[in-house]
């Protein structure tokens, strides 16, 4: 499975951003991470294989939302409320299980990461 990650920008404090994972395939759980500058990877969000389940990092609750539209073989990103510390390298990941999980070598296949710059 191929995974292609776009609509990275830059957006200024409190604006939203969604961004989309498209897979060559279909795929099982999905899930989203981010790397800033100098910072180790992250997790951010994780859905499940029907899109019912989806499970957030702490500091994204309550601003961001993971969906997937199965059909599309895609999922997304939508990103409201955004903060400077949002700002990294967005990657979205696969993994052939039912569930997601917020460890990064828990995902098999992984795309190729979209930028997003959140000014002040």
């Known amino acids: 499975v191929q995974l292609q990650a776009s609509g990275g920008g830059l957006v200024q404090a409190g604006g939203s951003l969604r961004l989309s994972c498209a897979a060559s395939?279909?795929?099982?759980?999905m899930g989203w991470f981010r790397q800033a500058p100098g910072k180790e990877r992250e997790f951010v969000a994780g859905?499940?294989?029907?899109?019912?389940?989806?499970y957030y990092a702490d500091s994204v609750k309550g601003r961001f939302t993971i969906s997937r539209d199965n059909a599309k073989n895609t999922a997304y990103l939508r990103m409201n409320g955004l903060k400077p510390e949002d700002a990294a390298i967005y990657y979205c990941?696969?993994?052939?299980?039912?569930?997601?999980?917020?460890?990064?070598?828990?995902?098999?296949?992984w795309g190729q990461g979209t930028l997003v710059t959140v000014s002040s």
């Open positions: 990941a696969s993994r052939y299980y039912y569930d997601p999980a917020d460890q990064g070598g828990s995902y098999d296949y």
């Open positions: 859905i499940n294989v029907s899109g019912r389940f989806t």
């Open positions: 395939g279909r795929t099982f759980a």
